[in-house]
T-cell receptor, first 112, second 114 residues
């Protein structure tokens, strides 16, 4: 079975500081890996997706993630946090495009 | 292009009742998936439909069912509601005909069971 573990249920950063959200996956087959963001009272929005090819994936809103097979990790980063980045972030793994296994989520707060 | 539309946004039901939630996918998307989101269990896959056929189902009891119509719109039904069914139900659509088509989520239906 595929699963993901997100380290840290809550992350607090200062505006302009680096955002780093950690995700480790477990999969017996080459996975699809995703990061989604959820704002209050809204659905999930795809930030980025890894399938094959380049291990550094660039997404929307300045986010990027690096697939490291040796570490089974897919950490999400953004060089400079903005107030609008305050939200909940979910890492997910799948072997297809519709049945995703999500992590527990990491809530990001941004301090002015 | 309109996004995924879920109706209603909010529902309050009583234990033992049944409920039907509706989802209209993005135009051209033929795959519709449903997820349940709760504070305790997080996001869990319910089922996925493609061309009116259920292709995959998560680990939920038979009280949870769904269907898809010829226009790709989908409904999910929960019968004999329990307090634990209170959750945000998210629908997502995708276009399997396009390589690497991601899931696009609606804003969800928040169901409260009292």
């Amino acid at each position: 079975a595929q699963s993901v573990t997100q380290l840290g249920s809550h992350v607090s950063v200062s505006e302009g500081a680096l955002v780093l959200l950690r995700c480790n996956y477990s999969s017996s087959v080459p996975p699809y890996l995703f990061w989604y963001v959820q704002y209050p009272n809204q659905g999930l929005q795809l930030l980025l997706k890894y399938t094959t090819g380049a291990t550094l994936v660039k997404g929307i809103n300045g986010f990027e993630a690096e697939f490291k097979k040796s570490e089974t990790s897919f950490h999400l980063t953004k060089p400079s946090a903005h107030m609008s980045d305050a939200a909940e972030y979910f890492c997910a793994v799948s072997d297809n495009d519709y049945k995703l296994s999500f992590g527990a989520g990491t809530t990001v707060t941004v301090r002015a | 292009k309109a996004g995924v539309t879920q109706t209603p946004r909010y529902l309050i039901k009583t234990r033992g009742q049944q409920v039907t939630l509706s989802c209209s996918p993005i135009s051209g998307h033929r795959s519709v998936s449903w997820y349940q989101q709760t504070p305790g269990q997080g996001l869990q896959f319910l089922f996925e439909y493609f061309s009116e056929t259920q292709r995959n189902k998560g680990n939920f009891p038979g009280r949870f069912s769904g269907r898809q119509f010829s226009n790709s719109r989908s409904e999910m039904n929960v019968s004999t509601l329990e307090l634990g069914d209170s959750a945000l139900y998210l629908c997502a659509s995708s276009n399997p005909d396009r390589e690497n088509s991601p899931l696009h989520f609606g804003n969800g239906t928040r169901l409260t069971v009292t």
